[in-house]
T-cell receptor, first 110, second 112 residues
Framework: AQRVTQPEKLLSVFKGAPVELKCNYS??????LFWYVQYSRQRLQLLLR??SRESIKGFTADLNKGETSFHLKKPFAQEEDSAMYYC????????????FGTGTKLQVIP | NAGVTQTPKFQVLKTGQSMTLQCAQD?????MSWYRQDPGMGLRLIHY???????DQGEVPNGYNVSRSTTEDFPLRLLSAAPSQTSVYFC???????????FGEGSWLTVV
C-alpha cells in the first residue's frame, strides 16, 4: 500500500529563514510525487512535481529514492508562504489514485 | 473558467438525514474524485471515477454513494448522515494522464 507521511503538523519559521517541509513515502517502485498548497481562503493547488524538477515561488523538492523522501525546501521564507502544504504520491499510470499526506501548516513569522 | 464547482458551500444536517453534494467540472476531465479533509488526517479519498459510468471506492467510502452519468458531474450522496461525517469535502478532477489535480472550493458539512 502507498503511504505518505508528513511528520510536522505545524512549522513556524521567521521571515528570511530557511524552510524545509518533510515528506516521506512508502511505495515499492517509482512513484510520482507532488506538493500541493492551500493558501488561506483559496483552493488547493499544485505547487510542484518531482518529474519537472522545477522551482516554483522559490521552492524546490528533490526526490531521494534511497531515503524515500521528497522534502520541500526554500532558502528564505516569505510571509506569503504561510499556508497548508500537502505532499502527495501517485503510482505510475494514468488511472492511479493519489494519496495525500496529513499536511503541514507553515507559519512565517514577520 | 469555472473549473471545478461544488455546491453547497456550507450545510448543517441532522443525524440520519440524507443529502447530495454536487460537483461539476467544465474541463472535460475523465478522472474525478471526492476527498474529505479532517484535522490531523489530511485528505482522504472517498470515491473516484475514471469516466462516465465507472466509479470505485477510495480509502473511506462507507456511508457515501457516487454516480457518474456524465463526464461533467460527479455527485456525492450521504445516505444517512452521522456526526463522524462532519468534515470539509473537496471534489477534484484531472485528465487521466495529467499530473495536475484541480480542486473545488470545498463544502463545509456539519452533522448534529
Amino acid at each position: 500500500a502507498q503511504r505518505v507521511t508528513q511528520p510536522e503538523k505545524l512549522l513556524s519559521v521567521f521571515k528570511g529563514a530557511p524552510v524545509e517541509l518533510k515528506c516521506n513515502y512508502s511505495y515499492s517502485g517509482s512513484p510520482e510525487l507532488f506538493w500541493y498548497v492551500q493558501y488561506s481562503r483559496q483552493r488547493l493547488q499544485l505547487l510542484l512535481r518531482h518529474i519537472s524538477r522545477e522551482s516554483i515561488k522559490g521552492f524546490t523538492a528533490d526526490l531521494n529514492k534511497g531515503e524515500t523522501s521528497f522534502h520541500l525546501k526554500k532558502p528564505f521564507a516569505q510571509e506569503e508562504d504561510s499556508a497548508m502544504y500537502y505532499c502527495a504520491l501517485r503510482a505510475p499510470g494514468g488511472y492511479q489514485k493519489v494519496t495525500f499526506g496529513t499536511g503541514t501548516k507553515l507559519q512565517v513569522i514577520p | 473558467n469555472a473549473g471545478v464547482t461544488q455546491t453547497p458551500k456550507f450545510q448543517v444536517l441532522k443525524t440520519g438525514q440524507s443529502m447530495t453534494l454536487q460537483c461539476a467540472q467544465d474541463m472535460n476531465h475523465e478522472y474525478m474524485s471526492w476527498y474529505r479533509q479532517d484535522p490531523g488526517m489530511g485528505l482522504r479519498l472517498i470515491h473516484y471515477s475514471v469516466g462516465a459510468g465507472i466509479t470505485d471506492q477510495g480509502e473511506v467510502p462507507n456511508g457515501y454513494n457516487v454516480s457518474r452519468s456524465t463526464t461533467e458531474d460527479f455527485p456525492l450522496r450521504l445516505l444517512s448522515a452521522a456526526p463522524s461525517q462532519t468534515s470539509v469535502y473537496f471534489c477534484a478532477s484531472r485528465t487521466t494522464l495529467g499530473n495536475t489535480i484541480y480542486f473545488g472550493e470545498g463544502s463545509w458539512l456539519t452533522v448534529v
